[in-house]
């Protein structure tokens, strides 16, 4: 019997490059292998490679200018390159502002400058639908804050930050607003140049184009300290030679993205949206995670109460289905993830998280397959867990539907 | 991610001997559904030959919990309690195919329940289980960020601890003062009262009782009867009682259950 091809529901983790991005990306390994700083003729059409995919990156974010592009090694290094560079810049201000559920890129680079460079993180927490704190947010701002740093989309949840206005609100103090907008690009319409936003990141195999390709939006005028120090490279803002495969890559899966935004957005919602309405009419005691309003288009977390997230994740792999779970290994033991323990998640559900995320590729005979195997796989997990053989759970106590 | 051996795998999709065990003599649990793995070992002993002549298992866990314990039942059966009671971490990991360090939880609370399921035949008190390893308050950015902002109490109680005050001989509880019931008066005293008659329902279809004695210092003193009392479901059902205080109140509070006054 043949193999079906795999049901692949985990797009917030990466996505295949799409092909006319991978078609665009192979001469610049070979015939257009040379340094595009060169100074000979053979630099010529890797160099207007480049000025391509920076003109093609600029109108996926809606920036004013190409030159607020500086291409990175991807989004951990934007991220990064956002933070220390606000502190460089912003001398006599030491205190950051961030959220409990950004993306370790964030939280980790956060943690260590806190340790080893004492300055001050703030990290406002959210409530149970994982939408900022926005009164602790208020009273974290003040005039030592150097930089407020949040996700415009959570990648777990697909919950959305009202960036623009929280941009607005950190200027008000002098503060400068960076956004991880690596979930978001792609996914949503973005227009920075009509908002306040001084910094935004991106990475490239979050919307089909390769890993190893990033960007970094600086807006013009915004003060700046290089990560990277060396060559001239992107007007001296990150030295190194540049990977042009990757970043050709980028440009072209920007093209695509940006060309079929408002057609997909729709039917990948609609599939998303069946896909949820159909767990949680089969599947008692399950809670969707986040927000439902302000969410991602292709984003369902749902936790399933008295079940464990891994366990259905190798059961759904076994079917050809691959998702996420929302846990994470921590020290040995598996815990659920910084995000499904801010959002404070019941604890008969924590552990029981699984991320679905959807595609503009994604069909509704996927959908259907994941519907028809799903429920079977909870309902047998659960019967073999003690609790369930003592009688299914109360609902008051589960914090159910 | 799936970094898991055949044997484990094996084990996970088709787990042997789970389900209830109806003849079970000798029950034993570990773990916690707040933990994300729970597992009740239930066995049949020959009395005569303390022989294991069938083991079953219930639990909740990921793939390597569930494959240590289908790994476990099929260790024990046929054996002596001698011979079981010498069955170690590594004996389990081993029929596996062995498992990662980060992978040693599943069979660590195997070996737990089977201690536990043959001290309860034995009729001995079981010894207290090191303190778990997941209890203490995660230091955590998330749990730095509620501490920052004054939110962050203890732990919601581990299910099993809970379970296991309740059957302590008679712990010396500080009680508040019986003349005042709810010391705590007024909106706070209120507050839990309500939500714990809301409750009772819950723990009076498990075929039992929950009532409020006192609340004094960020402390609810609740007893509980019949069925309850040491069972793995109320101590889940207690956690979710504290989840649910602590929500309304915004503040911590713990729940102590102990003996009427």
């Given at each position: 019997m043949p193999h079906p091809?795999?049901?692949?529901?985990?797009?917030?983790?990466?996505?295949?490059?799409?092909?006319?991005?991978?078609?665009?990306?192979?001469?610049?390994?070979?015939?257009?292998?040379?340094?595009?700083?060169?100074g000979h003729s053979l630099a010529a059409a890797p160099a207007a490679a480049l000025r391509q995919a920076r003109r093609s990156v600029q109108a996926l974010i809606g920036a004013a200018?190409?030159?607020e592009v500086i291409f990175t090694s991807g989004g951990t290094e934007a991220n990064a390159t956002a933070l220390r560079s606000a502190l460089g810049a912003m001398p006599g201000r030491r205190e950051i502002v961030t959220s409990a559920v950004e993306h370790p890129a964030i939280l980790a680079s956060c943690d260590a400058l806190e340790r080893q460079e004492g300055v001050i993180v703030h990290r406002i927490g959210v409530d149970g639908q994982g939408l900022l704190d926005i009164d602790a947010y208020r009273a974290a701002l003040s005039d030592r804050v150097a930089l407020v740093s949040l996700m415009w989309a959570n990648n777990e949840t697909g919950t959305i930050f009202p960036v623009e206005g929280l941009a607005e609100l950190a200027h008000r103090v002098g503060a400068l607003f960076h956004t991880d907008a690596v979930q978001a690009a792609g996914k949503l319409p973005i227009r920075v140049q009509d908002t306040e936003i001084d910094m935004l990141s991106l990475s490239a195999h979050k919307f089909h184009g390769p890993k190893g390709a990033g960007a970094l939006y600086l807006r013009k005028g915004t003060g700046f300290a290089p990560l990277l120090q060396g060559g001239k490279q992107e007007r001296g803002r990150r030295a190194g030679t540049e990977n042009t495969p990757g970043i050709v890559g980028m440009g072209a899966a920007a093209d695509l993205v940006a060309a079929d935004l408002?057609?997909?957005?729709?039917?990948?919602a609609a599939l998303r949206d069946r896909l949820e309405a159909g767990i949680m009419a089969a599947v008692s005691h399950a809670v969707v995670l986040g927000n439902r309003h302000d969410r991602l288009a292709n984003t369902s977390c749902i936790a399933f109460g008295y079940v464990e997230g891994e366990a259905?994740?190798?059961r759904l792999d076994r079917a050809g289905i691959c998702v996420s779970t929302g846990s994470a290994c921590a020290s040995g033991a598996v815990e659920p993830s910084h995000v499904v323990?801010?959002?404070?998640?019941?604890f008969t559900a924590a552990h029981g998280a699984i991320r679905f995320s959807l595609s503009a590729a994604?069909?509704?005979?996927?959908?259907?397959?994941?519907?028809?195997?799903?429920?079977g796989i909870v309902a047998d997990l659960r019967a073999m867990t003690p609790f369930w053989a003592d009688g299914a759970p109360a609902v008051a106590a589960g914090g159910g539907r | 991610m799936l970094d898991y051996g055949e044997k484990v795998r094996d084990h996970f999709f088709n787990p042997r001997n789970a389900g209830a065990l109806a003849g079970a003599n000798a029950v034993g649990e570990a773990g916690s559904l707040q933990g994300g793995d729970a597992?009740?070992?239930?066995?049949?002993?020959?009395?005569?030959?303390?022989?294991?002549?069938?083991?079953?298992?219930?639990?909740?866990?990921?793939?390597?919990?569930?494959?240590?314990?289908?790994?476990?039942?099929?260790?024990?059966?046929?054996?002596?309690?001698?011979?079981?009671?010498?069955?170690?971490?590594?004996?389990?990991?081993?029929?596996?195919?062995?498992?990662?360090?980060?992978?040693?939880r599943g069979p660590a609370l195997g070996r737990q329940a089977l201690t536990a399921a043959i001290a309860a035949f034995r009729g001995e008190a079981v010894a207290e289980p090191p303190a778990p390893r997941r209890a203490p308050p995660p230091a955590t950015i998330a749990y730095a960020a509620r501490l920052a902002r004054g939110e962050a109490g203890p732990p919601a109680a581990h299910p099993l601890l809970a379970a296991r005050r309740l059957t302590a001989p008679a712990a010396p509880v500080p009680l508040a003062p019986a003349s005042a019931p709810i010391a705590d008066a007024g909106e706070t005293g209120a507050a839990i009262a309500r939500i714990i008659e809301e409750m009772r329902p819950v723990f009076q279809r498990d075929g039992g009782d929950i009532e409020l004695l006192a609340v004094d210092a960020g402390q609810v003193f609740v007893h509980l009867s019949g069925a309850c009392a040491g069972c793995m479901m109320a101590g889940h059902t207690l956690s979710g009682l504290q989840a649910r205080i602590i929500a309304t109140l915004g503040r911590p509070m713990r729940i102590i259950p102990t003996g009427k006054a």
């Open positions: 091809a795999p049901i692949y529901l985990d797009h917030n983790a990466t996505t295949p490059v799409a092909p006319a991005a991978l078609q665009a990306m192979l001469p610049y390994f070979s015939t257009h292998f040379a340094n595009p700083s060169s200018s190409e030159q408002a057609e997909a957005l729709p039917r990948i259905i994740q190798l323990r801010a959002m404070r998640v019941p994604t069909t509704g005979a996927e959908i259907d397959r994941v519907l028809a195997v799903l429920p | 597992l009740r070992l239930m066995l049949q002993i020959d009395p005569a030959s303390e022989r294991i002549e069938a083991a079953r298992f219930l639990a909740l866990g990921g793939g390597s919990a569930i494959a240590s314990f289908s790994a476990l039942t099929e260790l024990v059966i046929g054996q002596s309690l001698a011979t079981a009671q010498r069955l170690s971490e590594g004996d389990i990991a081993e029929a596996l195919g062995g498992l990662p360090p980060e992978r040693m």
